[in-house]
T-cell receptor, first 115, second 116 residues
Framework: EAGVAQSPRYKIIEKRQSVAFWCNPISGHATLYWYQQILGQGPKLLIQFQNNGVVDDSQLPKDRFSAERLKGVDSTLKIQPAKLEDSAVYLC?????????????FGPGTRLTVL | AQTVTQSQPEMSVQEAETVTLSCTYDTSESDYYLFWYKQPPSRQMILVIRQEAYKQQNATENRFSVNFQKAAKSFSLKISDSQLGDAAMYFCAYRRLNNAGNMLTFGGGTRLMVKP
């Protein structure tokens, strides 16, 4: 079974520029998460999708961040315009909708550096 | 709101020895899940072990085991016979049982170094 795929692995941009990250979850996984992991900290949830609907985006800075999951499969996370404090690793995770004990599987992440 | 605290930023262990990583959490819920995730330099978060709060028996997975103290809200990870490949960041995480979103709350992490 293929894992969660993310691209790019690394991205360096200037502040005020735009950037987009892509995630392809494990086949058949209905739930998809985007986490932000600032250096030296644990991941923090940004947004969660169930199929193509948003379940929780309470911690997403909506003035600059947006995310979509068209057709309930792949997802993109966009930052526009980027700030220095957005430098972090962006992790995508997916979960098969089933029992409450279902595990979240994580992708390798995208490391964003904002200069 | 739930919080997860890992008070050890760094830990070191000699290869083949045993090490324990600490985690405490704060919640008003009675039913929940606790997890330990490993994050090597590749950044991929890998599930190490999981504990259901309603189970009194401590979870074990090969060389990994937990000491779950529900009353004390403590959830430590013991790694026996440490190997060089165990070197990584370890994150403790919490999830409510009746959380349809399955959202994880993570601690700040502990960096484990394994000395040959």
């Amino acid at each position: 079974e293929a894992g969660v795929a993310q691209s790019p692995r690394y991205k360096i941009i200037e502040k005020r520029q735009s950037v987009a990250f892509w995630c392809n979850p494990i086949s058949g996984h209905a739930t998809l998460y985007w986490y932000q992991q600032i250096l030296g900290q644990g991941p923090k949830l940004l947004i969660q999708f169930q199929n193509n609907g948003v379940v929780d985006d309470s911690q997403l800075p909506k003035d600059r961040f947006s995310a979509e999951r068209l057709k309930g499969v792949d997802s993109t996370l966009k930052i526009q315009p980027a700030k220095l404090e957005d430098s972090a690793v962006y992790l995508c995770a997916s979960r098969r909708r089933g029992g409450p004990g279902d595990t979240q599987y994580f992708g390798p992440g995208t490391r964003l550096t904002v200069l | 709101a739930q919080t997860v605290t890992q008070s050890q930023p760094e830990m070191s262990v000699q290869e083949a020895e045993t090490v324990t990583l600490s985690c405490t959490y704060d919640t008003s819920e009675s039913d929940y899940y606790l997890f330990w995730y490993k994050q090597p330099p590749s950044r991929q978060m890998i599930l190490v072990i999981r504990q259901e709060a309603y189970k009194q028996q401590n979870a074990t997975e090969n060389r990994f085991s937990v000491n779950f103290q529900k009353a004390a809200k403590s959830f430590s990870l013991k790694i026996s016979d440490s190997q060089l490949g165990d070197a990584a960041m370890y994150f403790c995480a919490y999830r409510r049982l009746n959380n349809a979103g399955n959202m994880l709350t993570f601690g700040g992490g502990t960096r484990l170094m394994v000395k040959p």
